[in-house]
């Protein structure tokens, strides 16, 4: 079992509609939890800390159920410039003794927003 | 310049040689990362250097593979004796010892294509 999983899409939705992407991880010891954004041929950009109360900025919502080990991004009213891989990274703890953490990726969802 | 730097960005080598990449962090950073990306795949975790300890080797790396971070500023990877599944994006990210919730920047890449 991958260690962070997602769908990968592509989701193709039309401008204006709302699109939720999830994301489980398997590692109960996460301690924090992104989602990343990513265009087409560049590197990988910070969208927003996911944080277990659920958190909202502008148009995304980012739950965290660490219960079920889950995560999800919600966009609303979505833009043609919201079209880019989204990538969900959980932050684990490394198995070095004192301390050290490591970002793991999934295979990231791939939106696009068409007219 | 305030972002993380890598060069070259783009290098084609012949199978066999032996390539270096360089990544200069966010000066203020502590934290240094190395992934590496595939087509249709999120980033893969290679390494991770506080400072200039290296904290974690992916255990995907193999012997090939070596990373260096001497004055716990710039780091450079190393692939020795390079194979065609080498191909792909490395990337290097940068992020603040700030606790678990700490946003990793990331470098644009340096594209590696083995012939």
């Known amino acids: 079992r991958k260690e962070v999983e997602q769908d990968p899409g592509p989701f193709n939705v039309p401008e204006g509609a709302t699109v939720a992407f999830n994301c489980t991880y398997s590692?109960?010891?996460?301690?924090?939890f992104f989602w990343y954004r990513q265009d087409c041929r560049k590197e990988p950009k910070l969208l927003m800390s996911v944080y277990s109360s659920g958190n909202e900025d502008g148009r995304f919502t980012a739950q965290l159920n660490r219960a079920s080990q889950y995560i999800s991004l919600l966009i609303r009213d979505s833009k043609l410039s919201d079209s880019a891989t989204y990538l969900c990274?959980?932050?684990?703890?490394?198995?070095?003794?004192?301390?050290?953490?490591?970002?793991?990726f999934g295979t990231g969802t791939q939106l696009k927003v068409e007219l | 310049d305030t972002g993380v730097s890598q060069n070259p960005r783009h290098k084609i080598t012949k199978r066999g040689q032996n390539v270096t990449f360089r990544c200069d962090p966010i000066s203020e950073h502590n934290r240094l990362y190395w992934y590496r990306q595939t087509l249709g795949q999120g980033p893969e975790f290679l390494t991770y250097?506080?400072?200039?300890?290296?904290?974690?080797k992916s255990r995907l790396l193999s012997d090939r593979f070596s990373a260096e971070r001497p004055k716990g500023s710039f780091s450079t990877l190393e692939i020795q004796r390079t194979e065609q599944g080498d191909s792909a994006m490395y990337l290097c990210?940068?992020?603040?010892?700030?606790?678990?919730?700490?946003?990793?920047?990331f470098g644009q890449g340096t594209r590696l294509t083995v012939v």
């Open positions: 250097f506080q400072n200039e300890a290296q904290l974690e």
């Open positions: 590692n109960s010891a996460s301690q924090s």
């Open positions: 990210a940068s992020s603040e010892r700030t606790g678990w919730n700490t946003e990793a920047f």
């Open positions: 990274v959980v932050n684990m703890r490394s198995g070095f003794t004192g301390g050290g953490n490591k970002l793991t």
